[in-house]
């Protein structure tokens, strides 16, 4: 759903591709410079500093430019995964240090399964699994908080919510020059 705005973003850029004019750079007599879309005038030095773009080279900079946002948005999902997989080991790392035994002291025999811990954790577990109105990426993420919080408190060893596979959105525009483009993530392909 994300990449829904990429996608529009690049199909506009097929549509709406304006004209980019030329810059010159002039000198007059007194020695101060001025920037234009048309050429100096005469008794004026300078020359073209940006050539006029075609329509193909403002398309493929722009497509570049999309592809570098979705690499860019990419990536920061990326890094906010790592987090959270950080923040769960953490969690479980402190859990273990709560519910071990202290140093040389035996280790309960009581069976965790019936502690009152591991019933919190069962049934917090069950709440955070009914509730139907987080978004889903939110939800597994929760989830999996819980599915920690019970395997630490019961000594289970139940996995955790696995990422669905992405999918890429993948459609079909015409450009202004009657062409077939492909749209797909962050990018284009015309034909």
Not at 43 to 60: A, D, N, P, T, Y
Not at 134 to 154: D, F, Y
Request: aromatic share 6%; charged share 25%.
């Amino acid at each position: 759903m994300r990449w829904m705005p990429v996608a529009a973003l690049t199909a506009f850029a097929f549509l709406a591709v304006p004209a980019s004019a030329q810059v010159h750079r002039c000198k007059d007599a007194s020695g101060k410079f001025t920037y234009s879309d048309q050429p100096c005038a005469a008794g004026q030095s300078g020359g073209v500093i940006e050539r006029q773009k075609s329509r193909e080279q403002i398309l493929e900079e722009r497509l570049q430019a999309a592809e570098a946002n979705g690499r860019k948005y990419r990536a920061q999902d990326a890094e906010r995964e790592r987090q959270m997989f950080e923040l769960q080991q953490q969690q479980q790392q402190q859990q273990r240090r709560q519910t071990a035994p202290p140093y040389g002291a035996q280790a309960a025999t009581q069976d965790k399964s019936s502690s009152r811990e591991c019933k919190e954790a069962m049934k917090k577990l069950e709440f955070i699994s009914s509730i139907r109105t987080t978004p889903k990426n939110e939800s597994r993420l929760r989830m999996n908080a819980a599915i920690v919080n019970v395997n630490a408190n019961c000594g289970t060893n139940t996995p955790l919510m696995q990422e669905p596979p992405k999918v890429i959105d993948h459609s079909v525009v015409t450009d202004q020059h009657g062409r077939s483009c492909s749209v797909f993530g962050g990018g284009a392909v015309c034909n």
